[in-house]
Structures are given as C-alpha cells and as structure tokens.
C-alpha cells in the first residue's frame, strides 16, 4: 500500500472555458469552495482562469508549482482525453512528476449536459473533490520504453492500402501488405472512369499497383487473410493465411494459357459485379498484380470430381499444383494499418425499386463494369439483353443512403457517381438522362464546374425521392418502358417518367465483417458499422489503440482523393513511429507485492495477455510489466490484495469514491454511516 | 420528505468506452439527469466488487457499471469479468438486505453518448422510484455499511 505522503500541497485549478464552463458552473464558487472544505485534505491553493490551457494559463500553475512547493495539481476543466497531455506537461516543465496532475471533467460532464445551475455547481464541487483526495495518492511514474519493429502490416490492397504501402516502403521501411482477393487493386480497379476529370480509372491505377507489387520493400501477400493479432504498439505478432492458389508463384509466369485452357465458366459476382463470367482458375482482370491466377476450388471440375486438370497440361512450366495446401505466415510487425474499405448497399432491400425483379434496373457498379471497355459489354451501354440502347436512362440517387430505413449517412460519392453517369449515357449514346436526386451534394475541387458541365449538356434533374420503378404501364407511352414514380418537389407535382434503363446509384455499407474484424485488431466501431477514430477532426486515421491505423472507407465513405489523402496520412503517422526507435507506454501496469501474495492462483487465468506467470519455486504469481496492458482485472480480483494495480490503485479510487460523496445528502443526515 | 428525492450515483466508467461515450454526450450537448457522478477506470473488468459496497456504504443511493459491449472489449474480454462480479454483486447486495436495482449495468461504446444519457435518466429514475437507501439494521445491531466501510 502506498503511503499517504504527509500533508501533499494540493493545487485546484478551475477553469472558465471560457463561457463553455462558466456558464452553468460558478466557477467562483467552486474555486472558494475548494479552498475552504478541501484544506483539509492539503489544498494550498485554488484558483480561477478563463483559459486554463492558454500558454498564460499554463504559466501560472507552473508558477505556483515552484513558488508554492505544489506536490499535487488538480485541474478541473475539460476531458483529460483532450488537455491531461497539456497540463501534466505544463508541471512536467515546472519539475513535477507528470502523474501527480489529474483533470476532472466539469465541461464534458457538468457544463455541457446539465443546465441548473446551482446543481452543475454542486456536481462540479464533488468531482473536485473526488480527485483532489485521489490525487494525494498518486505516485510519481516513469513511461515504459519499448522498441519498435520498424516492419509494418497493411491489412486492405485498395487504393487507400497501396498508398500508405507505398509511402512506408518509400521510405525505407518495410510492408506486408495484405489482400484477401487475388489482385491487389479493390473498388477503384472496377471503375471505368473518375470524376470529376473522368481520368481512366486503370490508367491512373495499374502503375501505383505494379509499383506496390515490385517494390523491393513490399511483400505482397493477396489470396491471404489475417487470422490473429497478439502484442501491442511496436511488437504485434500476425499470422497470417495465405490460402492455396493451386498456383506455383515460382513456376507461373502469368502467361494466362491456363485461363484460356479451363473449360469452365461461372459467373463473376465480385469483380464483374455479377454481370460478366469468368472461368474458374483466373486472375480478376488483365492487369492484376500479381499476375498469377487462382483456381476457385469449389467451381473446379478437378476439384469436383476428379478429372479435367486442362490447366495442368497446357501449363508451360509445371505450375498447376492440385496438392497446394493453405500457408499460415508469421510477422512482427510494429504498426498495422487497416484499409479494409467497404461493402456496396444490397439495392434488393428496396423493394419498389424493382432490382432484381425488373431486368433492365442495374446498381452503379454494374453500370460501371457496363462502361468499362475491358468490362463484359466491351464498354458498351446497353439494356440486360446486351444488345439494345436505351433511348432513355434514369438514374436515382441516394438508394440505401439518406434513408431512415436503410441507413441514415450520406454516402457521399453518389452524387458526383451519378452526375459521371449522365455525362458517359450522353456521350456514348447521345439518350436523354434523368437524375432523380434529393439535395445535390457536390463540395470538393472542380465538383461543381462539373455539376455545371452536365447541366449545361442537357441532362433533365428532377429533385425528389422515387416513390416507385414499376413497368406496370397506364397510358400508352408507358408501354414497355420503366415508370419512375416521383414528387417532383420543385414543382409540387407527382410525375411518372418513362425510361428504357434505370440505375441505382446505391450507397457504401461497412464491410459485412467489418465488426468481426475490428474485434481482430481491438479497434471498435460506430453505431452503423465505420471503424471509430481517435478524434473525428484532429486525428481522423488514429485508433484507440496505439499502433492501429485506419485509412479510406474503413472509416466511413469517402472518394478517391481522400482515400489517397488518408493512406498518406496513416503511412506518415507510422514512420513518425517507426523513426522515434521505441515508443513511450503509459506506466499503467499491475505489479504484485510478493509479501502479500498467498500464491492462490486467482488471477492466473485472468490475464488475456499471458502477462501471468505462476513461479511454482516461491508459490507466488508475478507480473511481466512488457505484456501488461494495465486493464486491472487481475487486482480487481486478488482477494489478498498483493495486487498493485499503478495510477488506478485500490487507495485511489476508495479515496476518489470517499471524496464524490463528500456531499451526498445521506452522508450529512447520517443514513447508512 | 416533502421536496422530490434526488439520489446520488456513482458511476464507475471504462476509459475506452464509455468515458468516451460521456465525452461525446457532452461536444453533442445531450442534456440527462445530474445525479451521477462518474469515475473512471481503465477498464469494467477493473471494478472491484468493494467500489460498489464503498460507494454505497458511503452514501450513494445507487452504483452505475459501464463497459464495452460484449465482443468490444480494448482489453479483449473483462468486461465478461466485470458482468460476472455484477451478478455476483446483485446476489450479495439481496444478501444484504438491499435492492439489487441499486446497481445497473450499462454497455456503452465510445460513439454511444446518446445510449449513454438515456441509460443513466432511466436509472435515476429507478434509484428515484427506489428511494433513499436504508441500510437494514442487523440482529447484533452492527451496521453492516459499518462493517463494510471497515473491510474496505
């Protein structure tokens, strides 16, 4: 047990914010209030400022820690996930050990979510006082140093992914870069073009992708999963499934005889969208890094009943390996970043909009398999037959996103998608578009001009939510066509628009496992499934958890350049790690009192991170500081007590929760004392 | 009592969760009830059963427990332990002669301020509808908040 020091000089700060605290606390009161009931518990001194965290503010506890002897500093302000860093540094300058300063949150807790006065005051008092008693408690504390493994893991081979990829190995540093599919290349290797400068999607893609997979300090790893995560910041150990390609890499030259040999085809469901095929050993499209194939075991006729092996005979060099078995990889890596992009809306759950049911309904990324000249129509945009043109297209925004129910988001890139649509309908087959849109939504560079190039080349906007696509004819003109139903809430009027083809420009969604693979890597998710930041403005790319980075739509929908711009971003963070050679650890971290310990065993099995050890010589448990993560779980749980549990001991939080109460009613009526 | 009862609550908040949650509840101003007083730690899986006996034997009406949802955990998986000392605690509080809806249990993730603010209104108001707490008197008339304060 540590001892109480004898009469700690104690220092309350209590800031203004200013308006943001002082608003609905007095923070005179509680300034005097601390003064005059907490002397007792070694209060020298309290004082007021209007902004704690100005450099002036800063000044005068740093002042007052050498002038006055402070020992213990106390401010109550915002959240200590905001300022703890500013003010245990300020009395880190002034010669005071960093872990002798708590904050308390009047502003995030009290100001900013009670409104009564007097209530908030008194609120504000009890958490002052709450910390000013466990804060005579702390003790000083040194930050653990560990090196840092300078490899890095990159989970997601999408253009986010191979950015940060690229950034590390540029640096000098070496990546794993992780795909589950057999290309490296994600959503963007689909598309045919790029808004708003309707760049070639490929040609602005492929030299990145070839860069990545020939970079000295890259190993590519598609086809692959990662399976466990263990350690921390600096010393993570992955393992990681490379599954059976049936493909020699040493052998396979890429020629593609193999692929030209298979007598079979299936339908291509991720790549094509489900609109072309493919045949069942392949590489998902021409310029595929790497470019050895995969042989899809459940479509494959070898596989399915023993014969057939067309791609091991014709293969040149002996590459085709039936025998393959799946590879499970070891690294140490110091930091991972996830990249794990995103999933597209299912637009069958929007019944009325018909897809699935009506033929010629397609979602956007059919749309743009349907304009890619290397996609399954040679680029040309036609009715489901493959043959006809459409003479008229609709094309509906927002489809599973801006929806009460469906998701509630914007998925942020539909409205630029859709306006690119229009202007490929127009430019190939010269058909009428109509955009159906509720708010158009075109912010970024160059986004607007090309709003307004679209408008200008006469594609029809009607502004309202369709109601309906049907082909459910009431007139005439609407036989053999698709209805869309829609308030055209310009006008006020309902209008019914016969079109030959509809598109539905659906929404992201999180990947389907995104949940499963955050508990993976013990980063955790919003309400709708995006991986949570660290600070949605100020540190967009972090993680809770140290040495885990998030890049592109991991995190929510973006378009291509900020996915580019976060990749960067994660990549920077990394080397700015990788470069400072070890990484400071909170000092957090149980330590048993070897006198105390009975050697019961209770906490043995407690510790998810093997951090336990039983030493069966002197029958008592010890702790490895190294793979302590600080949780407390374990001196929760020993009934002896032994257990120390460093900046959250019992003696702090027994004084904290003896401060709260200091002015609780039952305590001055004598109820349950 | 003629004035309405306000209880006094301790909650006791994981620092990767729902600690965030109370942050964010605040940066979106969601207004709830005043009665809890929050501390935090680094984890549910930290909270020692004797916190809450402390706390109530030292005058709180009611104890809030808050952790990652289940599957959540930034410490992979206490915050089963801590569900684990909440059943046990919710017997022994019965034992003790008081109402185990004294203590509640609440699994907050850090983008969950709004959960966060409404679970902490529908638990004052129970400790409301609960009153203040009586510690019951024992056979040898020793107080056990005495006791307990004393263990602690």
């Known amino acids: 047990m540590s001892d109480k020091p004898e009469k700690p000089r104690v220092g309350v700060y209590v800031c203004h914010c200013g308006s943001n605290i002082s608003g609905v606390v007095d923070v005179e009161g509680v300034r005097d209030w601390a003064q005059e009931h907490l002397a007792k518990d070694g209060v020298v001194i309290s004082r007021d400022y209007k902004f704690m965290c100005s450099s002036l503010g800063q000044e005068l506890i740093e002042k007052d820690i050498k002038e006055l002897g402070l020992e213990r500093v106390v401010v109550a302000a915002c959240s200590p996930h905001l300022h703890e860093k500013t003010f245990r540094t300020a009395s880190e300058r002034a010669g005071l050990n960093p872990y002798l300063t708590e904050l308390v949150s009047i502003r995030e807790q009290v100001s900013w979510v009670h409104t009564d006065k007097a209530v908030a005051t008194e609120k504000s008092k009890s958490l002052v006082a709450g910390t000013v008693e466990r804060v005579v408690y702390n003790t000083a504390l040194e930050k653990l140093k560990v090196p840092i493994n300078p490899n890095t893991l990159v989970v997601g081979g999408g253009i986010a992914g191979i950015q940060a990829a690229l950034e590390i190995a540029n640096g000098g540093f070496h990546v794993y ?7 490296i290349g994600g959503h963007m290797a689909q598309f045919d073009k790029t808004f708003p ?25 598609t086809w692959s999963e990662v399976m466990s995560v263990s350690g921390y910041v600096g010393n993570f150990n992955v393992t990681i499934k490379k599954k059976a390609r049936f493909v020699n890499e040493e052998l396979c030259t890429g020629c593609g005889i193999c692929v030209e040999k298979c007598p079979q085809q299936v339908v291509d469901e991720i790549y094509e969208a489900g609109i072309g095929h493919r045949k069942v050993v392949y590489t998902p499209f021409a310029q595929a890094v790497p470019k050895y194939p995969v042989i899809d075991a459940p479509n494959c006729t070898f596989f399915k009943n023993g014969k057939c092996k067309a791609c091991e005979k014709f293969c040149p060099t002996n590459a085709i390996d039936f025998a393959q078995q799946d590879e499970y990889l070891n690294v140490e890596v110091g930091n991972i970043i996830l990249a794990t992009g995103y999933d597209l809306f299912d637009a069958r759950r929007v019944t009325n909009y ?110 309202g939510k369709v109601a309906e696509v049907t082909n459910a004819a009431r007139a005439e ?22 079109v030959d083809m509809v598109v539905l420009s659906i ?83 149980a330590s048993v009192n070897e006198a105390k310990c009975s050697g019961c065993r209770i906490c ?60 609780a009613p039952a305590r001055s009526a004598g109820v349950g004392l | 009592m003629s004035e309405k009862f306000e209880p006094v609550i ?62 959540d955990c930034h410490y992979i998986e206490q915050n089963y332990k801590a569900l684990r000392r909440f059943m046990l605690l919710r017997r022994t509080l019965k034992g003790f002669g008081v109402e185990p809806e004294r203590i509640k249990l609440v699994w907050a993730s850090a983008a969950e301020g709004m959960k966060l603010a409404h679970e902490i209104d529908a638990f004052v108001d129970e400790v409301r509808k609960l009153g203040p707490l009586n510690w019951p008197k024992w056979e040898n008339e020793s107080n056990p908040a005495e006791v307990l304060e004393v263990t602690a």
């Not at chain 1, 053999?480 to 308030?487: H, P, W």
């Not at chain 1, 980075?549 to 990788?578: E, M, N, T």
């Not at chain 1, 008592?620 to 900046?647: D, H, S, W």
């Not at chain 2, 969760?17 to 207004?31: E, M």
């Open chain 1, 604 to 663: 043995n099995n407690l510790c998810p991170f093997n951090a336990i050890s039983f030493i069966d010589d002197l029958a008592i448990t010890r702790i490895n500081p190294a793979l302590c993560q600080g949780c407390g779980t374990c001196v929760a749980a020993c009934p002896a007590g032994a257990i120390n549990g460093t900046g959250f001991s019992n003696e702090q939080i027994f004084a904290q929760i003896d401060g709260i109460l200091t002015l």
């Open chain 1, 354 to 463: 018909g897809y699935g049911r009506l033929p010629d309904v397609f979602t956007s990324l059919e749309f743009e398999r349907m304009c890619n000249a290397s996609g399954p129509t040679n680029g040309e945009i036609t009715l489901r037959d493959g043959k006809t043109k459409p003479k008229t297209v609709g094309v509906i925004h927002c489809v599973g996103s801006r929806d009460k129910n469906f998701n509630n988001y914007c998925s942020s890139i539909c409205c630029m998608q859709s306006l690119k649509f229009a202007h490929l309908v127009k430019e190939r087959t010269g058909a009428d578009v109509y955009e159906f849109y509720i708010d158009m939504r075109t912010p970024m560079k160059s986004y607007d001009e090309f709003y307004q190039r679209v408008l200008d080349e006469g594609t029809l906007f009607v502004r």
């Open chain 1, 477 to 498: 003109h609407e036989k053999g066509k698709l209805i869309i139903q829609v308030e055209d809430t310009l006008i006020g009027k309902q209008r019914r628009i016969p």
């Open chain 1, 197 to 221: 400068t309707l760049d070639c999607s490929a040609c602005i893609l492929t030299p990145r992708m070839v860069e990545a997979g020939y970079h000295p300090n890259i190993t590519l790893l």
């Open chain 1, 177 to 183: 870069l992780v795909e589950r599919e057999p290309s």
């Open chain 1, 507 to 589: 929404g992201m969604e999180p990947r389907a496992d995104s949940k499963q693979t955050g508990q993976l890597f013990g980063i955790s998710c919003s309400a709708d499934g995006w991986y949570l930041e660290r600070h949605p403005k100020l540190d967009p790319v972090s993680t809770m958890t140290e040495g885990v980075f998030i890049a592109g739509c991991a995190s929510g929908p973006k378009d291509i350049p900020a996915s580019v711009s976060q990749g960067a971003a994660a990549a920077a963070r990394v080397l700015d790690k990788i470069l400072q050679k070890e990484v400071e650890l909170e000092p957090i971290r």
């Open chain 2, 10 to 71: 301790v909650g006791f908040t994981c620092n990767w969760c729902s600690y965030r949650a109370a942050d964010a509840a605040g940066t979106a101003r969601i207004k709830y009830e005043p009665n809890v007083r929050l501390i935090r730690l680094m984890c549910s899986g930290r909270l020692d059963p004797t916190f809450v006996m402390k706390a109530l034997a030292g005058g709180a009406d009611g104890v809030l427990i808050t952790g990652c949802h289940p599957g």
